[in-house]
């Protein structure tokens, strides 16, 4: 027998086991296996020699390289709300495939505008990207970063992003980075105290020059021929001319002459941008006191045009000039005479909720008084010629993609708004509960950051036409509460910004806490501020409501720096009680149940954590537990019994609630550097996802203590984490102001979500799960599709639908089990709801059966009565005849039934009900209603007829 370790020595080869190639000599040779090679079992003999040639000839199996979307066993980062750009070295085209680059912290945001959709790359050095550049082919990206010891990065391009090379050399970060024209070389830039610049033959990881530059670098470009390039900064425009005829392994210094400015040498230039084919022999530049320029190849400045603004910010070439200024101006030049063309519209105004634009006219409108109005200002462009598209990133960082096919008529393709800072928190909407409806599409997450705006998102309403507007599908609402103050109470600099945010457990109110103490309340069905309570001397890290009491309302507690806890009612929002047990700032407060009685706890940087117990409408502490390390966040599961603690020593406390005393310790495996943050846990109460000062979020299974994954993306401290409601999705926001949407694999998604269905039934009420409307959702009852129709309605968005039902319709969302819901009165109340399951209809059928009146069973076909079509029609007891009543009926009792119907219809008197004579259709009012309600024709089968049981529906005044 053939050992089944051999296998050829070919990577290319895919036999199985006792297979043999043959010759082995010439695949060593070769590397691959040759097609014509002959091939035969050897099953009887142990040998160690090739079987014997039989003249077949078999073709070699290639190994089919995996689709992207058959990675189901990791986590994948599928959606990133936000952007870092800070100039237009950190922002790219691809001309070739149409693909914008831009750095999202220490991810790269690859984004096709055609299809909407994103791809990533993520650094491994989990350094922030700084500057960011395509190769002429776009085979290629090259990435520079900031920090100690960074590296130049190239990668290429392909379903599954690969790093090809790096290329170390800078000490205190890169500023730029760019492609020659035949992409054969690399050039890097330092930052200012890195003062170097490097060619670099980056496929052999050679540099082939260097130099010192003693001034800031704002802008790099190539010329088109690739003979040179050209530094612009303060006071500095600089051609540097490569010397590719140096064979000597060393790098050599690297020629560079500066500019002939004359009377202009004293000014700070922002932008530079080198000619195209067709103006190959100029190169323009910008300065900040709003001036274009026009170089030749001498180097020598031939003319300038003042842009008409205060200041310009950025600058690139193509068939035209664009220049882009502050106060959201974009100029457009031709490139020959440097004359004015025209200017982009203009975007969204600042300090304007955009929910408020959902027409195109709002936007002429708010145009028309624009001297009232601030604008963003553009920080960077990129022009995509083949495409005629110019995407412009502004300092609110928003993202605006512009068409310019007819640059006399600018239309916007598409746009984004993200956050222009820090994000401070993040809570998603809550189910509906009972019969109230929702008043946010499911899905639909929000976000508080440092800008002093509240922000509610919801990724799959792009598609529906509820809370669109005409700036950010993606952004239903921004609440502003800066406009609710005045500008002398707003607090300046790090001091400013919502903190914290939290929903009552209806989805009615939203309450947050700023970091000047102030407590706001908001409704979230007009979008108002209710309530406003100066409540802390300090800013309010942490709130939280408690589950409804026995008289129906809320309790809410905050807690804050200034090392006190607040008990408010949510009636008028008085304050109920104070708690000051803790001797440093309380960093987290829940509610909790301890026994049957409602428990708060609250951990402090004191290393405590107070456990109490509301006895006699008061919070009284029934445990103080002082531990080893500080407890920075906390989370309960779904019992509420159990605190989980996230500790600065790295390791996760679980607590019971009633005795507290520590039960179990977790302790993080991929780590040992930094603490623990922010915690949280999935809705099905199994995996906790937790962050700390190392910027890496880590997924633990929370029964075994193992670590399911670790991620990285952030470029600065995590401060907020939530599962979805669907147990699908981690969203993770950061101090860099980015937001991102972590899809978990298929296998432990399908995992969670099984658990959290069979929790749901254990409980007695059985409800479908609410896509995360990264799935299309809206407000109304949501309705399953097919996948056919999922992915057609999800053409335009990354997230697909998901069903709970495929191919029928589904029940409406607040469909109950059928014991929970009262089933056993079926035979007298009957709800059309479309298709029932099959559990359902047997309940139905055995409840129908057990009843001790005759009920007509609904799926019978014998019936003489024609099947309600309607909910509101009532089950007919045939055993004591059919009676129609009118809201008109007067003394004398009931109404006759016309023999004109009964002759369209089976005959009524095997149902008990005796016919009577044929007569004409009626006439007066009275008799009109008794069929339909203002109508003149008798009722069709279709149409919804009212019965009762022996007496008339008007006889009861609590009957509709």
Not at 77 to 86: D, H, K, P, S
Request: glycine share 8%.
């Amino acid at each position: 027998q053939i050992s089944s370790k051999e296998r050829c020595p070919s990577p290319l080869c895919q036999l199985p086991s006792r297979n043999w190639c043959w010759p082995k000599a010439k695949v060593r040779e070769s590397g691959k296996c040759s097609t014509n090679m002959l091939r035969k079992r050897k099953l009887a003999k142990a040998t160690d020699e090739p079987p014997a040639a039989s003249g077949k000839i078999v073709k070699r199996i290639r190994k089919s390289r995996p689709s992207s979307g058959s990675n189901t066993d990791k986590v994948v980062l599928e959606r990133v709300l936000g952007l870092t750009t800070a100039n237009n070295a950190s922002l790219t085209c691809c001309e070739v495939k149409g693909i914008v680059a831009y750095p999202a912290g220490c991810t790269v945001v690859l984004y096709y505008p055609r299809k909407n959709r994103q791809q990533h790359i993520l650094s491994p050095a989990r350094k922030p990207i700084s500057c960011i550049a395509f190769s002429q082919d776009g085979s290629h990206l090259c990435t520079g970063e900031s920090g100690h010891q960074p590296v130049v990065r190239v990668w290429e391009l392909s379903e599954s992003p690969s790093q090809v090379q790096e290329l170390p050399g800078h000490r205190f970060g890169i500023s730029m980075v760019a492609f020659s024209p035949k992409s054969k070389y690399v050039v890097s830039v330092g930052y200012e105290h890195d003062m170097t610049v490097i060619v670099w033959k980056w496929r052999s990881a050679q540099q082939l020059a260097t130099n010192k530059i003693s001034t800031k670098v704002t802008a790099l470009s190539f010329s088109h021929d690739g003979s040179y390039f050209v530094t612009a900064g303060n006071r500095h425009i600089r051609f540097w001319y490569l010397d590719t005829s140096n064979k000597v392994g060393k790098a050599q210094p690297l020629q560079g002459r500066s500019a002939v400015l004359g009377e202009h040498r004293g000014l700070n230039f922002v932008g530079v941008g080198c000619g195209d084919e067709r103006t190959s022999f100029a190169t323009y530049a910008v300065t900040t006191n709003g001036l274009l320029m026009q170089f030749s190849q001498e180097r020598r400045m031939e003319k300038f045009v003042s842009l008409n603004t205060p200041s310009a910010l950025s600058i690139t070439v193509g068939q035209h000039i664009y220049c882009g200024c502050v106060d959201g101006v974009v100029r457009v030049f031709d490139p020959h005479s440097l004359s004015y063309v025209s200017s982009l519209p203009n975007p969204h105004p600042l300090g304007v909720d955009v929910a408020s634009f959902i027409d195109a006219s709002a936007l002429l409108e708010s145009t028309d008084g624009k001297s009232k109005l601030t604008f963003p200002d553009v920080c960077a462009l990129t022009l995509d010629s083949p495409n005629n598209r110019l995407t412009c990133i502004y300092s609110d960082r928003s993202m605006y993609v512009w068409d310019i096919s007819n640059v006399q008529k600018i239309g916007k393709t598409r746009s984004f708004l993200y956050h222009p800072s820090t994000i401070w928190d993040i809570e998603m909407y809550p189910e509906a509960v009972g019969d109230s409806p929702s008043l946010l599409p499911p899905g639909t997450f929000i976000t508080a950051g440092a800008d002093n705006t509240i922000r509610l998102w919801n990724v799959g309403s792009e598609n529906s036409s509820v809370f669109r507007n005409i700036y950010s599908k993606e952004l239903i609402r921004i609440i502003d509460v800066s406009k609710d103050q005045q500008s002398d109470d707003l607090p300046d600099g790090d001091a400013a910004g919502i903190r914290s945010i939290k929903v009552s457990p209806d989805g009615r109110r939203l309450a947050s806490g700023d970091r000047s103490g102030n407590l706001r309340i908001h409704d979230l069905q007009f979008f108002d501020e209710a309530v406003i309570v100066l409540a802390h001397d300090a800013d309010i890290v942490s709130l939280d409501y408690s589950q409804p009491r026995i008289s129906g309302d809320y309790l809410l507690a905050s807690s804050s720096r200034d090392r006190l806890v607040h008990v408010f009612d949510t009636v008028k929002y008085d304050l109920l009680q104070t708690l000051d047990d803790h001797s440093a700032a309380v960093t987290d407060v829940k509610f909790a149940s301890s026994g049957d009685a409602l428990g708060l706890v609250s951990c402090a940087n004191d290393k405590s954590v107070m456990f109490r117990t509301l006895q006699e409408e008061s919070f009284t502490c029934t445990h103080h537990v002082a531990g080893k390390s500080s407890c920075q966040s906390m989370a309960l599961t779904n019992e509420r019994g159990t605190v989980i603690a996230a500790c600065q020593d790295r390791l996760i406390r679980l607590y019971d609630v009633a005795s507290g005393k520590c039960a179990r310790t977790i302790k993080l495996s991929t780590n040992d550097t930094g603490s623990l943050g922010k915690v949280a846990l999935d809705p099905s109460g199994s995996v906790l996802a937790t962050c700390g000062s190392d910027r890496c979020i880590n997924l633990i299974d929370l029964a075994s203590g193992d670590t399911v994954a670790s991620l990285h993306g952030h470029s600065d401290a995590i401060t907020g984490l939530k599962f979805t409601l669907d147990c699908l999705r981690l969203i993770s926001v950061s101090a860099d102001g980015c937001i991102f949407i972590w899809r978990l694999s298929k296998m432990l998604g399908e995992m969670l979500q099984a658990k959290l269905v069979d929790q749901r039934r254990a409980s007695g009420v059985y409800a479908p799960l609410v896509q995360s409307a990264l799935a299309l959702a809206s407000p109304g009852p949501v309705v399953a599709q097919s996948n056919k129709e999922s992915t057609a309605a999800a053409a335009d968005s990354t997230f697909t639908v998901l069903a709970d039902h495929e191919g029928e319709e589904g029940p409406s969302p607040d469909l109950q089990h059928p014991v929970a819901s009262g089933a056993g009165d079926v035979g007298r109340f009957s709800l059309g709801v479309g298709h029932l399951p099959g559990w359902a209809r047997e309940q139905l059928q055995s409840a129908e059966s057990e009843s001790s009146e005759a009920c007509v069973p609904r799926a019978r076909k014998a019936t003489t009565l024609p099947r309600a079509q309607t909910k509101w029609a009532q089950r007919v007891d045939l055993s004591r005849g059919l009676t129609v009543a009118s809201e008109f009926q007067g003394d004398e009792g009931v109404l006759h039934v016309e023999d004109a119907w009964s002759e369209n219809r089976p005959r009524l008197s095997s149902a008990g009900v005796t016919p009577v004579s044929a007569s004409p259709p009626c006439q007066d009012a009275e008799r009109r209603h008794c069929i339909r309600a203002g109508s003149e024709e008798l009722p069709s089968a279709d149409k919804t007829w009212v019965v009762s049981r022996g007496k008339s529906a008007c006889d009861d005044d609590d009957d509709d």
